[in-house]
């Protein structure tokens, strides 16, 4: 048995990080082995101090006390031009991840794959498909295999490009795929993948159709699969009601 636990899009630099310390103590109490960060994590508005946010956030995650496994995103709050934008995200990526953007680990016989969502477009998608078609050639060997990546793309208008390049891999092969760039919480499975969103700014309280609020998931893992609870971190504070 082990545990880890999952959170994203905190916005920090748009989100205070004082906002964010709760949910990083409620973690590092839950006893994680290691926690999951689905991007977002420093908006990429905050282009011009997002060096100051960085710093911020890995003040935090010494806190946490536990290893921390990233994926780059570059979801914001606020419109911001792309120029901003592909600075900011290009500086979470190279603290994050290699500079490919996607990457694996194995812990205790579990696979986990981090992949990058703003890559999954036909014209620019052949390394990380490759990647993932002989990372997950060995997937039978492993008790487990989660995905984790940034924006939902099975939710979103993107699904026709995961559903022809991703999708197709992780059929038989994956249990879980975590996101978090959607902001509200969803559950489904598509064939015998268990798609998951999760993961909401610390600083609003945004109306969706579907729950949210702040949060982390809890995942605990042992031999006969993966129990998943979603923990709120911060008192509700809804507008309007």
């Excluded at 598509?190 to 798609?195: E, G």
Aim: proline letters at 5%; charged letters at 20%; glycine letters at 8%.
């Amino acid at each position: 048995h082990f545990r880890f636990v999952i959170t994203g899009c905190a916005h920090l630099g748009i989100c205070d990080p004082k906002d964010f310390e709760p949910t990083i103590d409620d973690m590092r109490k839950s006893g994680p082995a290691f926690a999951l960060f689905l991007g977002g994590m420093v908006d990429p508005a905050v282009v011009e101090t997002s060096h100051s946010a960085w710093q911020r956030l890995g003040a935090l995650i010494r806190k946490l006390g536990v290893p921390v496994h990233q994926v780059c995103g570059g979801c914001s709050l606020t419109p911001i031009s792309a120029s901003k934008k592909d600075g900011a995200t290009a500086e979470g990526c190279s603290r994050a991840l290699s500079e490919r953007g996607y990457d694996s680990f194995e812990y205790r016989n579990n696979l986990f794959i981090a992949l990058d969502s703003a890559n999954v477009a036909p014209q620019a998608t052949a390394g990380q498909v490759d990647f993932l078609r002989k990372t997950l050639g060995h997937a039978s060997g492993y008790r487990n295999v989660f995905v984790f990546t940034n924006k939902v793309l099975w939710l979103q208008n993107e699904w026709e490009h995961w559903q022809e390049a991703i999708h197709p891999l992780l059929r038989g092969k994956v249990s879980y795929v975590f996101g978090s760039g959607a902001h509200f919480l969803d559950s489904r499975k598509i064939d015998d993948v268990t798609y998951i969103a999760a993961g909401s700014p610390m600083c609003r309280s945004l109306h969706f159709a579907r729950p949210s609020f702040p949060h982390f998931l809890i995942v605990d893992v042992d031999k006969s699969g993966a129990t998943i609870r979603i923990q709120p971190t911060t008192p509700l504070r809804w507008k309007n009601l």
